[in-house]
């Protein structure tokens, strides 16, 4: 029996769409998708349909209201038990590759790269702590940081590092083709994370690993309406992203070569691959935004804070020195209107000394004023991100090279047992 397994968690893949390509050649790799694929539920309501909060429950077994963490970056406050503390407690060695929303309470990992948007320590190692803090900067990156020479010399040392010969043409492609087509940043960012996760996995020999990637889930959020999809309910502008392309269809030459890593025929790892979530078209035009700097936005309303952590998507918190001064901006940001009296800000949430909310203006900005008494232009304060194209489904996939599971149908809460079998006495010993 194979003695090691990979948990490769695809972000949200909708693997209905992926079917539409599978005529391609290229694409052999997704094979899989003829074989033992199980749908997966997730039992929730829209709003927790988020995958920061339906990972941790895979992680820890528990349902969103059990486990409470709604936020990105939520899972610092807690101290579960997740299926990494169990399988290391079983004396077994484990090792994650940016896992989503999870606190690195683990005694000795093999290794230990936190997810970019967690403020959670990686392992000891040095690669690590650089590889963890370049990830972050990159992946939160937009026009609105400034430019910080020192990670891009950290990512050309990653690189230099871990990449792999085999890749560099892919590499040199998505990144010399990525100024006009943003979404192959995130392509070359998960092809290099799979190039670390690949040496780290030889090199350390956990028994247990974990490798989450995000990319595809970004694409389809973005470009949905450029793919196969069936009953597209929108078309993306000329403007936006020429109708010849197909993001999706590049994302999947990627990750194709991703899974090869994990399922070939001569590849003596065990394999899970899991989506956690899906994503389904959505049903109307509706344009991301975020502030290009917060400091300078704020600074019309008087609101003075400490810091402002930036999480996924146009989330962010912004933490102040005291509860008055937190209380007081609260109200501001609550009034914070267009000319027409829709809310720039949402899903307010006041802890303490911070308040959680997101840009949630979402019509297109040409020339819309602020409900204030300065002239202030929104279009001068945020940065163009995107259309969305892609919604949440509660529906999601489970593949593994395992008899592991019986169901048709699984509970993703189920998902933390189902792993934790494979490592049981009975059957590891064999």
């Avoid at 820890?60 to 059990?66: L, R």
């Avoid at 990686?122 to 400034?146: A, G, P, Q």
């Avoid at 910080?148 to 010399?176: G, H, P, Q, T």
């Avoid at 109307?284 to 804070?305: A, D, E, Q, V």
Wanted: aromatic share 16%; hydrophobic share 40%; net charge positive.
């Amino acid at each position: 029996m194979k003695n090691q397994l990979v948990l490769l968690s695809l972000n949200e893949i909708n693997f209905e769409l992926i079917k539409e390509y599978l005529e391609d050649s290229n694409l052999n790799n997704f094979k899989f998708l003829s074989g033992k694929i199980k749908l997966t539920e997730a039992n929730e309501k829209y709003s927790h349909l988020e995958p920061w909060i339906q990972w941790p429950s895979i992680y820890t077994g528990k349902s969103a209201d059990q486990h409470k963490m709604f936020r990105l970056g939520d899972a610092v406050k807690f101290d579960y038990q997740t299926i990494f503390n169990d399988i290391e407690n079983l004396g077994i060695k484990v090792g994650a590759i940016s896992p989503m929303n999870l606190k690195n309470n683990l005694k000795k990992p093999c290794y230990f790269i936190p997810d970019p948007w967690t403020e959670t320590p990686s392992d000891d190692n040095f690669w690590s702590k650089i590889i963890s803090k370049t990830l972050s900067y990159f992946v939160k990156e937009n026009s609105n940081l400034n430019l910080n020479l020192k990670y891009y010399f950290f990512l050309i040392l990653i690189f230099i590092k871990f990449s792999r010969l085999k890749n560099y043409f892919i590499y040199f492609k998505l990144f010399f083709t990525s100024f006009n087509c943003k979404w192959r940043k995130a392509l070359f960012l998960d092809l290099l994370i799979n190039d670390i996760h690949v040496k780290y996995f030889k090199l350390k020999k956990p028994s247990f690993s974990n490798i989450f990637l995000n990319g595809f889930a970004h694409i389809q959020h973005h470009y949905m309406f450029n793919s196969k999809i069936k009953n597209k309910k929108q078309i993306n502008p000329y403007w936006y992203v020429n109708s010849k392309l197909d993001p999706i269809k590049e994302a999947l030459y990627v990750y194709n070569n991703i899974l090869g890593d994990y399922l070939d025929d001569n590849n003596k790892v065990s394999v899970v691959i899991a989506t956690g979530l899906s994503q389904v078209p959505y049903d109307r035009t509706k344009f991301y935004y975020r502030l290009k700097s917060h400091k300078s936005f704020f600074k019309n309303f008087n609101i003075k804070f400490h810091s402002i952590q930036e999480l996924m998507s146009r989330d962010f918190i912004i933490n102040f020195i005291d509860k008055i001064e937190a209380e007081n901006a609260y109200k501001v940001i609550s009034n914070i209107k267009d000319e027409n009296n829709r809310n720039i800000f949402g899903d307010l949430e006041l802890n303490e000394k911070s308040i959680f909310t997101s840009f949630i203006y979402d019509e297109e900005i040409k020339d819309q004023k602020l409900n204030s008494d300065k002239e202030i232009s929104l279009k001068d304060y945020v940065n163009f991100v995107a259309i969305k194209n892609g919604m949440h489904s509660s529906k999601g996939y489970i593949y593994s090279d395992l008899p592991l599971i019986n169901t048709n149908e699984v509970n993703i809460n189920e998902i933390k047992k189902i792993i934790y079998n494979f490592f049981s006495k009975e059957n590891f010993a064999k």
